[in-house]
């Protein structure tokens, strides 16, 4: 074999010896592509089998949510903040609900506080179901897709018995709640758990110690800490680097302190951590709503809140964890009936920025294992 | 963290404080320099979010907003200036990665434009659209019909 150190210089510039390898294959994957989670399109450099780096284009779903905030008054505004992360809805509830408050110097009374702490985790289950079976079922197992949605159906008749509505729930009010929990709801919600809590073992006995699950997973998508942080990743994708933070934990809000719940965190940041992450994090709503569900307490479900809400001229950042990163509000207010401006820090969306990096040197099939770990939500990118 | 700001920067800064939460409006001259101190010496290491405000009859029409948080301090702050229509800000993606997408969506929506951006287009708007949404004169009704007729070869997208 020839030693790569004595060709001469001269024999790399001869154009009439092609290398076929060397020429970058450019190709588009989606915006139609079924394992983009939605309408997302990304435009692949290949190098054979290898992505040398990839852009994404964005913006297929955009409805101008931010300029409709303008233009509704804030109660108005809410039930639009469903239609962004549809798979979270109730997070996204939750996160606007307080920001008005804030705005409007109200809290909501405990019982309502409670309930919501009881809906979000019900919500981030679900939402982590919907992660699982999609993503399963795009690196090729099929059954946990058929498990989890089974599952997630439970979460979803305790919403409609709630409030009416499956997906875009609109489950929260300005200020508190605007139904009662029905008859038996908390019964229902404890039955779920007692349900729910052996199926994890189930999806956990499919995949974690699955040979092919694992050599898909495993040193796939890595990210260490330090990009994460740079890139402004949060959620899962930031705790599976090694990163122990949490909103609900770091600065709480509604009543996050008066639980008791861990932060799981992985090592080597690829896509079999942030697997194990979400795992366990489902574990962890489990033991949250145990917690609260046996201790709603009596009492109001609304605060004072004026029907005309007319908050006074100032501006409120407020964020939650929801169940795919940091999702915050920005609003500001010029003392009239509808915001000057609403902001949407979306997670998916700054969490998307980070697929270049993670799908490098990977190879094509691996690009659509970090997509779908990266748990991204397209109406929540795009707005 | 703002007061100390304050004592460096004197007049530069105005702090303010609403709803328990401390921002600070600076100077757009101080800019480049404050987010390179809150980054390197004040370990605010994560970007959060870049925003603007539009206020049509001010004379420097636009807020922009940066949101940063410390993980050593489990702080968040918040960094304010103002800019006439048409000025431009240094990008801060030098400073944080993460700033790319952010400042895109700020160019896209009110046409204000990072110097030293690495990539400044539009991202979620097509390409070719003409006019900035959020700005407050840009109607909640209106589109590029140009655009819409050209490529959708429909009429109006209303």
Redesign the interface.
């Given at each position: 074999m020839t030693d790569p150190n004595t060709i001469s210089p001269l024999d790399l510039e001869t154009p009439e010896k092609p290398f076929l390898d060397a020429n970058e294959l450019v190709i588009n994957m989606g915006p139609q592509h079924p394992a983009t989670h939605g309408v997302l399109r990304v435009i692949l450099r290949l190098d054979g089998e290898k992505v040398l780096g990839l852009e994404c284009v964005i913006g297929y779903l955009h409805r101008g949510v931010e300029k409709i905030g303008e233009h509704r008054t804030y109660t108005m505004f809410n039930p639009y903040v469903d239609r962004m992360d549809y798979v979270a809805a109730v997070s996204n509830g939750l996160g606007y609900c307080e920001t008005v408050e804030k705005l409007l110097n109200v809290e909501a009374p405990p019982r309502a506080q409670h309930v919501r702490v009881i809906l979000t985790e019900l919500n981030r289950i679900a939402s982590h179901q919907l992660w699982l079976g999609t993503h399963a079922l795009d690196i090729g197992a099929i059954t946990p897709l058929f498990y989890t949605f089974r599952d997630r159906e439970e979460i979803l008749k305790i919403y409609e018995k709630y409030c009416g509505a499956r997906l875009t729930t609109h489950a929260f009010r300005i200020g508190g709640l605007q139904y009662e929990t029905y008859a038996g709801f908390e019964k229902e919600v404890k039955n779920f758990l007692d349900f729910f809590r052996p199926k994890i073992d189930e999806y956990e006995e499919l995949l974690t110690t699955n040979r092919i699950w694992v050599e898909r997973t495993k040193n796939v998508g890595a990210i260490s800490a330090q990009d994460c942080i740079a890139l402004g990743v949060t959620g899962p994708v930031l705790r599976a680097s090694g990163v122990k933070w949490d909103l609900r934990k770091a600065q709480p809000y509604a009543n996050y302190k008066n639980f008791d719940f861990e932060i799981p965190t992985g090592q080597n940041g690829d896509t079999y951590d942030r697997y194990l992450v979400r795992m366990a994090e489902m574990r962890q709503s489990v033991r949250i709503i145990e917690q609260a569900v046996g201790a709603i307490p009596e009492g109001p479900i609304m605060a004072k809140v004026p029907k005309v809400m007319k908050p006074a001229a100032g501006e409120v950042y407020h964020s939650i964890e929801a169940p795919k990163g940091e999702l915050g509000y920005f609003i500001v207010s010029d003392g009239s009936t509808q915001p000057y401006r609403v902001r949407v820090r979306p997670p998916s969306f700054v969490n998307l920025q980070a697929l270049d990096l993670m799908c490098r040197g990977q190879l094509v099939a691996d690009v659509i294992a970090v997509i779908g770990t990266l748990d991204i939500v397209l109406g929540e990118v795009d707005r | 963290m703002i007061a100390k700001f304050k004592g460096m920067y004197g007049s530069g800064i105005v702090p303010l404080t609403?709803?328990g939460?401390n921002?600070m409006v600076a100077d757009r001259s101080l800019i480049p320099e404050i987010l390179q101190v809150l980054r390197n010496e004040e370990q605010f290491?994560?970007?959060?979010?870049i925003?603007a405000?539009h206020y049509p009859t001010r004379e420097k029409q636009f807020d922009v907003?940066w949101?940063l948080y410390s993980?050593a301090r489990?702080e968040?702050i918040?960094v304010k200036t103002q800019i006439l229509d048409g000025a431009s800000l240094p990008s801060s993606v030098p400073i944080?990665?993460?700033?790319?997408?952010?400042e895109r969506e700020v160019f896209d929506?009110f046409g204000i434009r990072f110097d030293g951006h690495p990539d400044m287009k539009?991202?979620?708007?097509?390409d070719g659209w003409k006019g900035h949404?959020?700005r407050k004169d840009?109607g909640?009704l209106q589109q590029d019909n140009e655009w819409v007729q050209i490529n959708l070869g429909i009429e109006s997208g209303q």
């Open positions: - | 609403y709803a939460q921002y290491d994560y970007c959060v979010d925003t405000l907003i949101v993980f489990n968040r918040r944080w990665a993460g700033a790319n997408w952010l929506m539009r991202i979620l708007l097509p949404p959020l840009y909640i």
